[in-house]
């Protein structure tokens, strides 16, 4: 009896076999992740300004399937952010010139002014007009190269032929004087001393009938004696 009992529970519940069984699946199935995290990041990054990250990791995004359409709304802003910067530092950029222009005109303005008010308070010396008045005697009638002396040193003479000659220290001789010439010695009559200008005359005369010339090599220009 309990073998027939055994018996009927096999027939009733046959046992598998190892080959009869289901085999498992090899590619089991992932669930899908429902948020993107690089559109997450990208996001983030671009409502922070960090508009470098945001389009990197935008461009990330794009490979998943979900979360493009944050991802392409955090490209859009940080495109926004780029365009911004650039905008800032082109108007930083003009902004600056304009300064550093207005300043420098600024400065030539005042330099110009400060130039103006200098040449109107400190004029530039002129030399006194000539005396037009004639000597008080007139020239002594001399020979060319005949000695004269040291108190006549620059005096004017006149020689035969109506040139003009003058009492000059003699070059061959230590401390001698003669009459050399002809020259050409201004009318205008100065004082020895006097300030000149060799624009309007190079000589002149004193009104003892002495010759002057107008020396040009020290800082101020003035009329010396003519003796050499």
């Known amino acids: 009896m309990a073998r027939t009992q055994q018996w009927q529970e096999r027939e009733r519940w046959p046992e ?16 899908r992740p429902i948020v993107n995290p690089y559109a997450i990041v990208a996001l983030v990054a671009a409502l ?18 979900r979360g493009r359409a944050m991802a392409c709304f955090a490209l859009l802003l940080g495109a926004a952010e780029v365009a911004a910067v650039a905008g800032f530092f082109v ?4 902004l600056l010139s304009d300064t550093v222009t207005r300043a420098n005109q600024a400065a030539a303005t005042t330099t110009a002014q400060v130039t103006t008010v200098a040449t109107t308070s400190a004029p530039t010396p002129v030399a006194p007009p000539p005396t037009t008045a004639p000597p008080t005697s007139a020239p002594p009638v001399v020979r060319k190269g005949e000695a004269c002396t040291e108190t006549q040193a620059g005096l004017i003479g006149a020689a035969s032929d109506g040139g003009t000659l003058l009492c000059l220290a003699n070059a061959s001789s230590d401390g001698g004087y003669q009459w050399s010439g002809p020259y050409n ?13 060799s624009s309007v005359a190079k000589t002149g005369r004193t009104s003892d009938n002495r010759a002057l010339v107008c020396e040009t090599q020290s800082r101020t220009p003035a009329w010396v004696l003519w003796t050499e």
């Open 16 to 31: 598998a076999w190892p080959d009869e069984r289901e085999p498992e699946d090899p590619y089991p199935y992932e669930p």
């Open 48 to 65: 922070l300004a960090l508009f470098p990250v945001a389009i990197v990791f935008g461009f990330i995004a794009f490979s998943h399937p």
């Open 91 to 94: 108007l930083s950029g003009n």
């Open 185 to 197: 010695v201004g009318t205008g009559v100065y004082e020895a001393g006097a300030k000149c200008d």
